[in-house]
């Protein structure tokens, strides 16, 4: 849920011809609002045994690889807060995902020798004053039993954690996807449900999205 700025709230107040008393309480009302807390998620067999080299949040270009990522590059951005919408700054965001293939880099995978070597499969960023990270990745594609997804991980500066995993919104295999259909809240299933558009103005042929992470 996005909380309105101020100047708003007033505006549609005095629309709605909330009187003078009303008004003058709206500030706290709006700090009172809890956002909806992003669902936790398994994490699934697949987080990295032995981290990459490189693990900084291009995963389309692993340093020193000849050749980058098969795939569609798309751009990841959000911002980490609390409940009460206040950012959380220096978190750690984890992501892994399957390369353009749906194979993971973990001994764990089949075929693993098949893996595309120009994908980084897992990346790290930290969150900023204002709550936001971002990576540069590939859409995530579908394996067996499972709709597309990219698998995250935050950790705050005082311990606290998530484990969750996005989706792409419109994914036909969403409504097969047992792991996303577990999420019985639909404000929460909505949370991870990521609109991925032409990223015009960030780069030519890349896809962009926003996934904003709620801490409970
Ligand atoms: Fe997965």
Redo the contacts with the bound molecule.
Sequence with gaps: MIIPPRGMVRRRLLQTGVGTSAFLAAPALVRAQALVPTPAQTE???YPVMLPQDVDNDLVQVHGAATPAKGAVTHISGRVRDAAGQPIVGAQVEI???DAQGL?DHPGQSDLARRDKGFQGFGRATTLVDGAYRFRTIRPVA?SG?TP?I?FRVITADGRRLTT?MYVAGDPGNDRDGVLRAIRDPRQRQQVLVSLAPADGLEGGALAGVFDIVLA
Excluded: E, L, S, V
Aim: net charge positive; glycine share 8%.
């Design positions: 699934g067999p697949f892994w995902q399957c993971y394996y499972r997804h698998h995993q």
